[in-house]
T-cell receptor
Framework: DTEVTQTPKHLVMGMTNKKSLKCEQH?????MYWYKQKAKKPPELMFV???????INESVPSRFSPECPNSSLLNLHLHALQPEDSALYLC?????????????FGSGTQLSVL | AQTVTQSQPEMSVQEAETVTLSCTYD???????LFWYKQPPSRQMILVIR??????QNATENRFSVNFQKAAKSFSLKISDSQLGDAAMYFC?????????FGSGTQLTVLP
């Protein structure tokens, strides 16, 4: 199994809603990532978990709250989002073998904030 | 900080022809890794090819090859015998100790 599975594929939420994005991998990878991607732009790193501990937070607003319950699962909890947070949210995982490591990406969750 | 520049926002190629996508980067490091990822309409980022900076030999993966010029800090991707399935956004990326930095991307269209 070489897949990173993200759910849901699409999400529409209001600015007062609370929702969560889910990411799962069963490749035994020990690093998991959240990226945000606006249309026709490259992905921007948000968070990195290494061995289930948050290792990088790229100054992301607190309305985004990541969680790594176990080595296979990564969540992104969303609360009080703004319309400018509408984007494709990509999850990725890797082996943590060094700089040459391959990142495996999911197909993303397309988020619309109304 | 490292920067990655892709100067061609859009490119097109005729099916079965060859196309080269350009990428330049800026770094003060001597040991690093470079990648090309493609993002088709399915939105999933897929690794195409990777190059280790200390290796002079250019990486090759089937129809995909790179021209790595370390002194010029250039890392172009050549796609031979282009196929319709190659149509995608292509991102060049630099791997530092901290993270993967992507270029702005090149949208490749393959014409039948």
């Amino acid at each position: 199994d070489t897949e990173v599975t993200q759910t849901p594929k699409h999400l529409v939420m209001g600015m007062t809603n609370k929702k969560s994005l889910k990411c799962e991998q069963h490749m035994g990878h020990r690093a998991m990532y959240w990226y945000k991607q606006k249309a026709k732009k490259p992905p921007e790193l948000m968070f990195v978990y290494s061995y289930e501990k948050l290792s990088i937070n790229e100054s992301v607003p607190s309305r985004f709250s990541p969680e790594c319950p176990n080595s296979s699962l990564l969540n992104l909890h969303l609360h009080a989002l703004q319309p400018e947070d509408s984007a494709l949210y990509l999850c990725a995982s890797s082996q943590l073998t060094g700089r040459n490591e391959k990142l495996f990406f999911g197909s993303g969750t397309q988020l619309s904030v109304l | 900080a490292q920067t990655v520049t892709q100067s061609q926002p859009e490119m097109s190629v005729q099916e079965a022809e060859t196309v080269t996508l350009s990428c330049t980067y800026d770094t003060s490091e001597s040991d690093y890794y470079l990648f090309w990822y493609k993002q088709p309409p399915s939105r999933q980022m897929i690794l195409v090819i990777r190059q280790e900076a200390y290796k002079q030999q250019n990486a090759t993966e089937n129809r995909f090859s790179v021209n790595f010029q370390k002194a010029a800090k250039s890392f172009s991707l050549k796609i031979s015998d282009s196929q319709l399935g190659d149509a995608a956004m292509y991102f060049c990326a630099y791997r530092s100790a901290r993270q993967l930095t992507f270029g702005s991307g090149t949208q490749l269209t393959v014409l039948p």
